[in-house]
């Protein structure tokens, strides 16, 4: 095989600059759940890295789909352990990026202070808050308590540092941690206790709603820097500070399109599972295809290095 289409092909979607070489030649080896069984190398700030390994599955997954207008072989080692990683998001791999523990233990203090701030502020009002008035609240509400400094750097290194160091390939859409999302741009949707970005957002999901029917709901909409930190924080912990892991079920703080216009979708009838494959497999998904309406952002051959989600609907 040529090494150097390889690369071409991995630079091409995203994937060459973190991997390299070494995602060519390390040696294949099986999931792991811990970073104990392999030696650690430090990186800069808050993050550890685990050697890197292939992880390859039992039975190679067909890539076709992917490669079609590629000249490489469809067994590439490196094309298969991506879409394996992707295909199986909660796994814990070798070449996964963990929080050191003194770090993860100031991350479930930072996810639990963000959860009360969202608790006494309220969902909604939560989902656009932006980060100066954050920290406000955090000051004179002492049930949500003020930031320590330890946080604050944490909040810093989740935000700024690069998500492609721990496997997320996406395009960082939110640079400035201060930016606010106008109030004026955006429409309440009764019921759902979401807001949407007016005007194509807006009108796509009502052109939906009027469609397919009542059953089809809002499940998220717009999220602001603040939101996605939460939901990213809260992910982190329950993966015990494995980032790349969270990054594939969740996109990191600055790189959701919910903060530009995209939003999720459901059936009221299917509950927690409409954040799951299951939603692909209703007669309401079936429909939004049949009428036009679905153009999956994330597939499950996507270049973003993170998960299949049929519910998310693209708008921008």
Not at 17 to 40: N, Q
Not at 162 to 183: H, R
Not at 254 to 283: A, C, P, Q, W
């Amino acid at each position: 095989m040529d090494r150097r289409k390889v690369l071409g092909y991995l630079s091409a979607i995203g994937i060459a600059g973190i991997y390299g070489s070494r995602l060519l030649t390390s040696e294949s080896t099986d999931k792991i759940t811990s970073s104990s069984e392999s030696d650690t190398t430090t990186m800069t700030g808050a993050i550890n890295s685990v050697e890197n390994s292939i992880v390859k599955p039992e039975k190679p997954i067909k890539v076709e789909a992917i490669l079609k207008s590629v000249d490489i072989e469809t067994d590439d080692t490196a094309v298969v352990d991506y879409l394996y990683k992707i295909q199986h998001f909660n796994n814990d791999f070798k070449s996964d990026v963990f929080l050191e523990p003194k770090n993860f233990l100031v991350l479930k203090r930072l996810s639990r202070r963000l959860n009360r701030a969202q608790k006494i502020i309220g969902y909604l009002n939560f989902s656009i808050l932006d980060f100066p008035l954050l920290v406000r609240y955090s000051k004179n509400y002492p049930a949500i308590g003020k930031f320590t400094s330890s946080e604050l750097d944490l909040v810093d290194e989740l935000i700024s540092r690069s998500a492609q160091d721990y496997g997320f390939y996406g395009d960082k859409l939110i640079t400035n941690v201060n930016d606010k999302i106008p109030a004026q741009d955006l429409s309440k949707i009764s019921s759902s206790g979401q807001y949407l970005y007016k005007d194509a957002a807006y009108s796509l999901y009502k052109r939906i709603q009027d469609d397919v029917g009542e059953r089809v709901i809002l499940t998220s909409g717009v999220r602001g820097l603040m939101k996605q930190l939460q939901l990213f924080t809260a992910k982190a912990v329950k993966t015990q500070g494995n980032l790349s892991r969270a990054s594939r079920s969740l996109a990191p703080p600055g790189h959701s399109y919910h903060g530009v216009g995209d939003f999720d979708i459901g059936d009221i009838k299917l509950g927690k599972m409409n954040f799951t494959e299951k939603f692909s497999d209703t007669d309401i998904y079936k429909k939004l295809v049949d009428l036009g309406y679905i153009k999956i952002r994330y597939r499950s051959n996507n270049k973003f290095g993170v998960r299949y989600e049929p519910w998310h609907i693209k708008v921008s």
